[in-house]
């Protein structure tokens, strides 16, 4: 058989040497003023209708891009710092009561495996006594809830009862939510102070986690629903 080839050469066409260029020697994707985010549900989400759904209370003034990047990921791809931001500051966002988690992409990152394990949210502080209402204490109960961004100065409410005072606060989905803390007033007594957690529509009632619905609580593999207790 080998000999059958003896006799033949290569032409021109084929002794020209071929160039492979290395990767990196591509142009590199830029992923400025980008967000990776994912909606934490079993459901499939429309994304046609997704994509409408946001771009009204966004008001992009230049412009964005949404891709289904795959495996339940989605890139929204703005074109000015303004609009990021303002997206960013304005979350938490929801699609179907679904909150979608975000972040941004930084350079050399792989935008498909980037951890999607935080939110930012407003929580109001129910109960709190009026001279508790303070920088000092609602930031050491925003960092209890998780991390203390800012307190809103304009929704104060101190009309009886009903009082509160509105943190934001970045949070970890893999914690339960927090529900309340007990504080001592400047006379010793003790008294508990209550959170709301404003667009949180969707958590599991049994464990207060917000990765997943009380329906995939695992528990619920040894015991009867009825029989475990809201968290």
């Not at 032409?11 to 040497?17: F, L, M, P, T």
């Not at 951890?115 to 209402?133: A, N, Q, S, T, Y």
Request: aromatic fraction near 16%; charge should be negative.
């Amino acid at each position: 058989m080998k000999s059958d080839f003896n006799h033949l050469s290569l032409s021109d066409e084929e002794d020209q040497e071929l160039i492979i260029k290395h990767p990196e020697s591509s142009t590199p994707v830029s992923y400025a003023f980008c967000l990776v985010g994912i909606f934490l549900t079993y459901d499939r989400i429309n994304f046609q209708l997704m994509r409408e759904v946001f771009v009204d209370p966004w008001n992009p003034l230049r412009g964005i891009l949404i891709f289904d990047w795959g495996a339940k990921l989605y890139l929204f791809k703005f074109f000015n710092a303004v609009d990021l931001e303002r997206v960013i500051s304005g979350a938490p966002w929801l699609f179907n009561k679904q909150l979608l988690f975000f972040s941004t992409i930084k350079s050399g990152e792989d935008s498909l495996l980037i951890p999607l394990l935080h939110v930012d949210v407003w929580v109001e502080v129910c109960d709190l006594k009026l001279g508790f209402m303070n920088e000092i204490v609602v930031s050491s109960l925003g960092n209890f809830i998780g991390s203390f961004l800012e307190y809103d100065t304009t929704c104060l409410n101190i009309d009886g009862e009903d009082s509160f005072m509105k943190i934001r606060v970045h949070m970890d989905i893999q914690n339960p939510l927090k529900r309340k803390k007990k504080l001592v007033d400047f006379d010793g007594n003790p008294f508990y102070i209550t959170f709301r957690y404003q667009r949180i529509q969707i958590f599991c009632y049994f464990c207060g986690k917000l990765v997943h619905i009380d329906s995939f609580y695992d528990l619920l593999l040894h015991h009867k629903k009825e029989d475990l207790k809201p968290f």
